[in-house]
């Protein structure tokens, strides 16, 4: 119930863009919260942005006027749109969904930032 499976991550060099995508497999009760995480090497879980369902959102200060989150309910999809890339950003992006029965991760995607 309520598999997440992430697409869109992969190898950009420093300014460029990546666009993220999150499907669930089916509907999940109550949803709450959809959102983002990423895990850098060695590193803590980190948040990177969420949307709750009155559509507050929420960034990291480190990703704020560069990624935007997006949904579509009705497709049971999560948006990251991520701009001006910057090596720091290189991680595991993980797709967050948060329903009434708890919560509901994704396998993750790596996203690369290299010259």
């Known amino acids: 119930q309520g598999q997440l499976v992430e697409s869109g991550g992969g190898l950009v060099q420093p300014g460029e863009s990546l666009r993220l995508s999150c499907q669930a497999s089916?509907?999940?009760?109550?949803?709450?919260?959809m959102g983002w995480y990423r895990q850098a090497r060695g590193k803590e879980r980190e948040l990177v942005a969420t949307?709750?369902?009155?559509?507050?959102?929420n960034y990291a200060d480190s990703v704020k006027g560069r990624f935007t989150i997006s949904r579509d309910i009705r497709k049971k999809m999560v948006y990251l749109q991520m701009n001006n890339l910057i090596t720091e950003d290189t991680a595991v992006y993980y797709c967050?969904?948060?329903?009434?029965?708890?919560?509901?991760w994704g396998q993750g995607t790596q996203v690369t930032v290299s010259s």
């Open positions: 089916t509907s999940i009760p109550g949803m709450k919260v």
């Open positions: 949307i709750t369902g009155l559509s507050d959102i």
């Open positions: 967050l969904m948060r329903g009434a029965w708890g919560d509901y």
